[in-house]
């Protein structure tokens, strides 16, 4: 389990099916846009059963060692922590190049926060320090600026333009490629060690 003040990641668990079909139908016009689907109703694809298909899907990818998929979990004031989002580092390539692509998504309910640069910190640590890995990618649609403010606000780099790179929301969308490999932030002491000193900064101007 990783975790910083009330944001816990931790590996999915069977009995999240119902929690997460609920935050997940609760939040079809605020995911659908970003997110890369098979078809099928937002309904079905998001019931406690579709939850059992996914879950054998990432811990086949976990043991596979393709991919690191965590729950979030918040504590919100003194409530007990409860599923309110998903990072996965997935598409994992090792060798030569040690490298991997994260996606993620946050309840809406809980937005604006910083569950999700919090997260993405504990996750990119972690899969520097313990899951091997040199480099982390990031892409994200123009229009989604939510998202560039969270790879933003960590200091990933902007370094490509990828043309109707993904089939999201019915058409081929462009992405903007981020990326940061671990000399960068090896440097600042690791990447959650760089976010508490720029919120800290944040508050204090
Ligand atoms: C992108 C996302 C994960 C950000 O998570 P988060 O925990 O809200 O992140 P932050 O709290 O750092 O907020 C990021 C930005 O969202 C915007 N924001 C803040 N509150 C918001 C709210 N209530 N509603 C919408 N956007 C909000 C702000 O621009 C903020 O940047 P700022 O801190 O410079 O003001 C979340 O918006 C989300 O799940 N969006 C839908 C799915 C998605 O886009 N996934 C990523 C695909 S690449």
């Not at 596979?64 to 729950?71: E, K, Y």
């Not at 809980?110 to 997260?119: E, Y």
């Not at 040199?134 to 333009?161: C, D, Q």
Request: aromatic share 10%; net charge positive.
């Amino acid at each position: 389990m990783l975790r910083e003040g009330a944001v816990t990641l931790r590996p999915y668990a069977l009995r999240d099916a119902s929690a997460w079909s609920k935050v997940r139908r609760a939040n079809e016009t605020w995911l659908a846009p970003w997110e890369p689907l098979p078809l099928g109703s937002w309904r079905e694809l998001n019931s406690p059963a579709s939850f059992r298909a996914v879950y054998r899907e990432l811990r086949k990818s976990a043991r596979a060692g393709t991919a690191m998929p965590f729950a979030i979990c918040f504590a919100d004031g003194d409530a007990r922590p409860r599923l309110v989002g998903q990072i996965t580092i997935g598409n994992i390539v090792r060798r030569a190049f040690c490298s991997a692509y994260v996606g993620y998504w946050v309840d809406a309910r809980v937005a604006g926060r910083g569950i999700m640069p919090t997260a993405m910190a504990l996750a990119v640590d972690h899969a520097f320090a313990n899951g091997g890995l040199h480099r982390i990618e990031v892409n994200i649609r123009p229009e989604n600026t939510a998202s560039r403010r969270v790879v933003e606000k960590l200091g990933f780099r902007e370094e490509a333009f990828h043309q109707r790179y993904l089939h999201i929301d019915g058409a081929w969308r462009d992405h903007i490629g981020y990326a940061l490999t671990q000399e960068e932030v090896t440097a600042d002491g690791g990447l959650l060690a760089r976010w508490r000193r720029s919120r800290s900064q944040a508050h204090s101007a």
